[in-house]
């Protein structure tokens, strides 16, 4: 019996690190793909991962994950020829696409055919035979067109070589390479939507394909590298005419009015003046909202949610969404150990909980595609908000905090259903808003840099006293629920059925929302794990998803004022992104080397 039980967990221990090992090829293999290609959205139009065990001729085996093919026919004439397609056609948005084939065994006479071919194209026939397939053949050295007539073109290649297929999808041409050299331009004039085929006709034939799932022989990113730069000259170069004088003042005025939008207040007024421009914003509107972002992104949704109540009453009242969307954040928060209500209650946050980044961002845009762990982030104000730390938190003792779970069949008030329990009255004076500018000089603190601190920063803070305990503790101790105090545990779980209350209020009053409850069970999630920062959802508690909760509410308070709910210089941006887009689907290649990013770094 000691004998099978072993031999059970030897089982179990060889399953599970061969699934360790896939997931860790997996992560390589979209990695290198990202690098590759960072301007294709296989959301949209996926890249060619494997061959595919559909769109193949009968002869043709697969294995090792559909990428080693071998030929399993009777090879006696051309017609016992037999190709593979890709899973996917190659993307225009790649600009210059690249996959290699291992030649593992020669077969008995080396009929074999790499190249592309157009969906529909017959299989029971090799690479370059017939219209829309190209190939070129190991056993004579020759690339088929079209036709079943070949060309000189390359050697033979035969057991051990590896062969390239690049695709240039700029200037429509491809050329092969054998063991890391180029063997020059094979075809040119190539249409749009070609896939990665590969064709074998004689017994004992296999080869192995590789579509980014290893680094290639061939350096195909200093060949990317030579295109980046052919196209960015070309952009560089484009007229532009007596018009610079007016290109230039309307560039000012976007970017005055970003940084007004943004709240960089100093940075704000001093660019206004040096560019003869008017603020069309009050300082003080500007330093609310200024102190509402940097409570935001300093993880203090608690005091943000009631600050904002107090700037601006009516305006969560007539956004219960915003208002959910608000009091989801603080529920991670809480869970992170850093919103002051469990601050405040004796939780010892690291400051790695606790801590956001101040370096900049780049600049993202609606059509910017978000990584697979930062799935709220999808449009480019995630990306334009002031990036502060909060070195000091306003106690506020939740004992002092009635909650009011909201009544059924009524209207929804904000002070009904605060989770944080009724509201404060006592209205934010200047004073308040200038000492948070003091010690957050456009919304950064000392010990960040975002570009934005107008020649100063601060090098004291004076943290308020239920903060000054943790503030000291190493950065490297462990991340503990709520900040590991157990009074700040049991709020957490009382806030949140407070949460699920007002969850089904809305329901009742509003109707279903997918997007509100897919957010509160993601946020809910968390406490499946023992460890939710290294979790399945754990990416809720990174500080970078404080940035579109922190943009959304900044623009919910913008359109108070009248004020666009994006800057001009956003939109700017975002129309680019576009524009890409709909350069890759229409199938011009150049929009991989065009990007946005590239001229806003």
């Given at each position: 019996?000691?004998?099978?039980?072993?031999?059970?967990?030897?089982?179990?221990?060889?399953?599970?690190?061969?699934?360790?090992?896939?997931?860790?090829?997996?992560?390589?293999?979209?990695?290198?793909?990202?690098?590759?290609?960072?301007?294709v959205?296989?959301?949209?139009?996926?890249?060619?991962?494997?061959?595919?065990?559909?769109?193949?001729?009968?002869?043709?085996?697969?294995?090792?994950?559909?990428?080693?093919?071998?030929?399993?026919?009777?090879?006696?004439?051309?017609?016992?020829?037999?190709?593979?397609?890709?899973?996917?056609?190659?993307?225009?948005?790649?600009?210059?696409?690249y996959f290699e084939v291992k030649i593992i065994s020669k077969g008995r006479d080396g009929y074999m055919g790499i190249g592309l071919?157009?969906?529909?194209?017959?299989?029971?026939?090799?690479?370059?035979?017939?219209?829309?397939?190209?190939?070129?053949?190991?056993?004579?050295?020759?690339?088929?067109?079209?036709?079943?007539?070949?060309?000189?073109?390359?050697?033979?290649?035969?057991?051990?070589?590896?062969?390239?297929?690049?695709?240039?999808?700029?200037?429509?041409?491809?050329?092969?390479?054998?063991?890391?050299?180029?063997?020059?331009?094979?075809?040119?004039d190539l249409p749009p939507n070609l896939y990665p085929t590969v064709g074998l006709?004689?017994?004992?034939?296999?080869?192995?394909?590789?579509?980014?799932?290893?680094?290639?022989?061939?350096?195909?990113?200093?060949?990317?590298?030579?295109?980046?730069?052919?196209?960015?000259?070309?952009?560089?170069?484009f007229p532009i005419g007596d018009r610079e004088g007016e290109w230039q003042s309307m560039i000012q005025k976007m970017v005055a009015s970003y940084l007004v939008h943004h709240s960089y207040c100093a940075t704000a007024e001093a660019f206004a003046k040096s560019t003869d421009q008017a603020v069309h914003e009050e300082l003080a509107s500007i330093k609310n909202r200024q102190k509402i972002q940097k409570l935001v992104?300093?993880?203090?949704?608690?005091?943000?949610?009631?600050?904002?109540?107090?700037?601006?009453?009516?305006?969560?009242?007539?956004?219960?969404?915003?208002?959910?969307?608000?009091?989801?954040?603080?529920?991670?928060?809480?869970?992170?150990?850093?919103?002051s209500e469990v601050r405040c209650l004796g939780g010892r946050s690291p400051k790695s909980q606790d801590s956001y980044p101040g370096s900049p961002r780049p600049f993202s845009s609606p059509g910017h595609k978000a990584s697979s762990s930062q799935p709220y982030l999808t449009g480019f104000d995630s990306n334009c908000c002031n990036g502060v730390t909060s070195s000091k938190s306003h106690s506020s003792s939740p004992h002092s905090h009635k909650s009011c779970p909201p009544a059924a069949g009524s209207t929804l008030p904000v002070s009904d259903i605060s989770?944080?329990?009724?509201?404060?009255?006592?209205?934010?004076?200047?004073?308040?808003?200038?000492?948070?500018?003091?010690?957050?000089?456009?919304?950064?603190?000392?010990?960040?840099?975002?570009?934005?601190?107008?020649?100063?920063?601060?090098?004291?803070?004076e943290p308020d006293d239920c903060d000054a305990d943790m503030e000291v503790e190493s950065a490297q101790s462990k991340r503990q629920l709520c900040g590991g105090s157990q009074a700040a545990i049991e709020r957490m779980i009382h806030f949140g059925r407070e949460l699920q209350s007002m969850s089904e209020h809305l329901r009742r009053e509003c109707g279903k929302n997918s997007a509100n409850k897919k957010?509160?069970?993601?946020?809910?999630?968390?406490?499946?794990?023992?460890?939710?920062?290294?979790?399945?959802?754990?990416?809720q508690l990174d500080s970078i998803q404080r940035e579109p909760v922190c943009s959304?509410?900044?623009?919910?308070?913008?359109?108070?004022?009248?004020?666009?709910?994006?800057?001009?210089?956003?939109?700017?941006?975002?129309?680019?992104?576009?524009?890409?887009?709909?350069?890759?689907?229409?199938g011009s290649g150049s929009c991989a080397f065009a990007s946005v990013d590239d001229y806003l770094h």
């Open positions: 019996m000691s004998g099978q039980s072993t031999g059970c967990g030897f089982l179990m221990s060889v399953v599970v690190h061969g699934d360790s090992a896939l997931n860790e090829q997996e992560k390589e293999l979209n990695q290198r793909l990202r690098q590759l290609y960072p301007a959205n296989e959301n949209e139009t996926p890249l060619p991962r494997s061959w595919s065990p559909k769109d193949k001729f009968s002869y043709i085996g697969l294995s090792q994950n559909n990428l080693r093919v071998h030929y399993k026919g009777h090879g006696k004439t051309p017609k016992d020829a037999a190709s593979v397609r890709a899973t996917h056609p190659i993307p225009a948005a790649c600009g210059v696409y071919s157009a969906q529909g194209v017959n299989m029971n026939r090799l690479p370059g035979w017939d219209k829309h397939s190209y190939g070129y053949h190991g056993d004579d050295g020759h690339s088929f067109c079209s036709s079943g007539t070949g060309q000189p073109y390359g050697p033979t290649f035969t057991t051990g070589d590896v062969i390239g297929c690049c695709v240039n999808l700029i200037n429509n041409t491809c050329f092969y390479t054998k063991n890391g050299h180029s063997l020059g331009i094979a075809f040119t006709q004689t017994p004992g034939e296999v080869v192995d394909a590789n579509f980014g799932q290893h680094p290639f022989v061939f350096d195909i990113e200093d060949y990317m590298r030579e295109w980046r730069t052919k196209i960015q000259a070309q952009i560089d170069r992104l300093s993880g203090r949704m608690g005091e943000a949610i009631e600050t904002t109540q107090q700037l601006y009453p009516n305006l969560l009242e007539r956004n219960p969404d915003l208002l959910f969307m608000l009091k989801v954040r603080q529920f991670i928060e809480m869970v992170n150990g850093t919103d989770i944080n329990g009724s509201r404060s009255q006592q209205p934010i004076t200047s004073n308040d808003v200038d000492m948070e500018v003091d010690h957050f000089t456009n919304g950064v603190t000392e010990s960040s840099s975002n570009g934005f601190l107008n020649g100063s920063s601060k090098h004291t803070a957010m509160l069970k993601d946020a809910f999630s968390l406490l499946a794990y023992s460890d939710p920062w290294n979790s399945p959802v754990g990416y959304t509410l900044n623009s919910a308070i913008l359109e108070t004022h009248n004020l666009p709910k994006q800057p001009p210089l956003a939109q700017a941006v975002g129309q680019a992104a576009q524009c890409l887009a709909i350069m890759a689907r229409t």
